[in-house]
């Protein structure tokens, strides 16, 4: 199965901490991509790591890819309670559609 | 813009019901897909569509559950008969176009209990 799976299932931290969260897979893919879900909603795209890409940042986030590991990283800088939420990686090989890990439960206290 | 509408967003019945689930993608997205979310199972992909047209059902977990698009702005998945094993959170989402390079736009889910 080439299906991620994300690393802690779950973490808690203080406001203002950086959180850190990893994803591994087995086989070999196009594209990673990391979502963020709040409870009772549906997942919300955060950001998409291309396989020839090694590092992408969006506002706090910064996402790593190392395919010769088969890992990617999620880093959240300056966390905030409002990122409270599940976040998941979903790889996806060529020509096929993604395959979503079990995700990470964050908590940010105040 | 209005994004992924499914409806309704709680369904609560009892075994052996029919049950129909909706969705409406983003208006001009071609790719439609059906997703289940349980706690031990995490999030599977039952089907999805391409212009309207079902490319991988191969997720869909018995013959117990169809799922339809009859036109663009439209989506059906359907359990007939419901049973307890059925009870998850159940997406929709859609995509501007095929291909596992587009970011996906959910829908808030359908939270189905089968008593």
């Known amino acids: 199965s080439q299906q991620g799976e994300e690393d802690p299932q779950a973490l808690s931290i203080q406001e203002g901490e950086n959180a850190t969260m990893n994803c591994s897979y087995k086989?070999?893919?196009?594209?990673l991509q990391w979502y963020r879900q709040n409870s009772g909603r549906g997942l919300v795209h955060l950001i998409l790591?291309?396989?020839?890409?090694r590092e992408k940042h969006s506002g706090r986030l910064r996402v790593t890819l190392d395919t010769s590991k088969k890992s990617s990283s999620l880093l959240i800088t300056a966390s905030r309670a409002a990122d409270t939420a599940s976040y998941f990686c979903a790889t996806a090989n060529y020509g096929q559609n993604f395959v979503f890990g079990p995700g990470t439960r964050l908590s940010v206290l105040p | 813009d209005a994004g992924v509408i499914q409806s309704p967003r709680h369904e609560v019945t009892e075994m052996g019901q029919e049950v129909t689930l909706r969705c409406k993608p983003i208006?001009?997205?071609?790719?439609l897909f059906w997703y289940r979310q349980t706690m031990m199972r995490g999030l599977e992909l039952l089907i999805y569509f391409n212009n309207n047209v079902p490319i991988d059902d191969s997720g869909m977990p018995e013959d117990r559950f169809s799922a339809k698009m009859p036109n663009a702005s439209f989506s059906t998945l359907k359990i007939q008969p419901s049973e307890p094993r059925d009870s998850a959170v159940y997406f929709c989402?859609?995509?501007?176009?095929?291909?596992?390079?587009?970011?996906?736009?959910f829908g808030d889910g359908t939270r189905l209990s089968i008593l």
């Open positions: 208006s001009g997205h071609n790719s």
């Open positions: 790591i291309r396989s020839n890409e």
């Open positions: 989402a859609s995509t501007p176009q095929q291909g596992a390079a587009q970011p996906q736009h």
């Open positions: 086989t070999s893919i196009n594209n």
